[in-house]
């Protein structure tokens, strides 16, 4: 029998209750300002949540820096039959290493297939030699990612990060991707064309590469590796406000166009 979801949006009512039979669970604190202090609690509290197999976690705008992460991340691995995640931290003050302590945590939830990170304008720098772990290390069960880091420093190093690890994701069926304002130039758009022309399965796509400064060869390969995908049905890509000429943009939609086997298709040049 599947478990009607329980919702919380109180802390301690959450830490008072009788959790231990949970499996679907909502916990919506956004902008409560629990500092890491009250993130540690939370962590402490979903430890106990031995039958979780869908959570979904709103914790917006709560001051959250890396030490906050790391009492997070303790309790997420332990989490074993967790499958369905949802866990948005944007606008926190979260840095590279607090991402680095999340993804570690990810890697052991080993069953996890479904994963909605949003990790959206925090202080995230990513260097490649300080930061250079995937956020996947055994993926094979991921089948549905969707991502949202847009307003961080991610750029090129960052880029190059995350396409090697979609790229070691074989079963990855749905992906979605929100990257605007993250810094993206030619080298980071190439890596990540390459990267999801070797993901073999996948059949949506939406990708939001708004305001950085790809150009017209970058956008290009982007597209060309794209059309590559040979499952792809759905496709949403937007390249707005980069350093695409509307003189090239007809060569880019030439490039979309190619696959015919996608059914359903929106461009944003």
């Known amino acids: ?69 790391l009492s997070l991340g303790s309790a997420l691995m332990k989490l074993h039959n967790i499958s369905v995640l949802a866990l948005d931290l944007g606008d926190n003050k979260i840095e590279a290493k607090g991402i680095q302590i999340l993804c570690f945590a990810l890697n052991k939830c080993a069953n996890l297939s479904n994963l909605k990170l949003d990790i959206y304008n925090n202080n995230i720098q990513v260097k490649i030699n300080t930061t250079n772990d995937p956020i996947f290390q055994k993926p094979t069960n991921i089948q549905k990612l969707t991502l949202d880091m847009h307003n961080n420093s991610i750029g090129n190093d960052g880029l190059l990060i995350l396409s090697s690890a979609l790229s070691q994701c074989p079963n990855l069926l749905i992906l979605a991707l929100d990257l605007h304002k993250t810094g993206i130039q030619e080298k980071g ?35 060309a590796d794209i059309a590559s995908c040979k499952k792809l049905t759905i496709l949403a890509l937007n390249l707005k406000y980069n350093s695409i000429q509307k003189m090239h943009q007809f060569k880019l939609q030439r490039k979309c166009f190619k696959s015919k086997r996608v059914v359903k298709m929106q461009l944003f040049l």
Not at 20 to 34: A, D, F, R, T, V
């Open 189 to 223: 758009a190439l890596e990540l064309g390459s990267a999801l022309k070797k993901s073999n399965q996948l059949s949506t796509l939406t990708l939001d590469l708004r305001s950085n400064t790809i150009e017209i060869y970058g956008g290009i390969n982007l597209a």
């Open 1 to 69: 029998m599947i478990q009607k979801k329980k919702y919380y949006n109180c802390l301690i009512d959450f830490i008072k209750s009788d959790f231990q039979s949970l499996e679907n669970l909502q916990i919506n604190l956004q902008s409560h300002y629990l500092y890491d202090e009250g993130i540690r609690q939370l962590g402490s509290a979903l430890t106990n949540c031995y039958m979780l197999t869908n959570l979904t976690l709103f914790l917006k705008q709560n001051e959250i820096s890396d030490n906050g992460i």
